[in-house]
């Protein structure tokens, strides 16, 4: 559901055109766009894919993409989330409607707000690939996606003739004002 947050707390969160953000390392106006359940027409080198997560517990997460590519030769391409990285090639697929998913590693994500976002490196042949989703696993996984859309408070205070305030409170990622003041 557009613009709400969606919340995993089993095994897997899944990354699809629902919450993605198109972004772009130039102005020129990006190829790459939600075709269907998919993304496809990226022929662009400078457009890319990212979505925002927040990572609740530390874990061991394995990313498997699903992914068409309908040419000969694959793209190369790298998996960002915070300082990490992996490196992958788009798989040759029987053509571009035909899915298949790849696993391209696996990295361990401590607690915090991401932007996972996936950058095209070397154009192997016309595109990088028909991209439907990017599945994080794992089995301590909980992690929840975050809509660009949706506000992200860090560090919020109060201040009251140069103190800190009370009325505020953060509890389980809410920000709530306390009873008692009004």
Not at 18 to 38: F, N, Q, T, W
Request: aromatic share 10%; hydrophobic share 40%; glycine share 8%.
């Amino acid at each position: 559901i557009l613009g709400s947050i969606i919340t995993a707390y089993s095994k897997d969160l899944v990354l699809t055109t629902e919450s993605v953000k198109i972004l772009s390392k130039s102005e020129k106006e990006p190829l790459l766009r939600v075709v269907g359940d998919h993304l496809g027409y990226w022929r662009n080198l400078n457009n890319y894919p990212a979505w925002r997560i927040k990572v609740t517990k530390a874990s061991l997460i394995r990313f498997d993409i699903t992914q068409s590519l309908g040419v000969d030769i694959g793209s190369s391409y790298e998996l960002h989330i915070g300082d990490q990285k992996i490196s992958a090639t788009s798989k040759v697929t029987s053509s571009w409607g035909a899915f298949t998913t790849v696993n391209i590693g696996e990295l361990n994500i401590t607690p915090g707000i991401y932007i996972v976002k996936l950058l095209p490196i070397k154009f192997g042949q016309e595109a990088v690939m028909n991209l439907k989703s990017i599945t994080l696993s794992g089995d301590s996984l909980e992690a929840q996606i975050i809509p660009f859309s949706a506000p992200v408070l860090r560090n919020l205070q109060l201040i009251n003739n140069g103190q800190v305030s009370p009325l505020l409170k953060y509890d389980k990622s809410i920000w709530m004002f306390k009873a008692g003041y009004f």
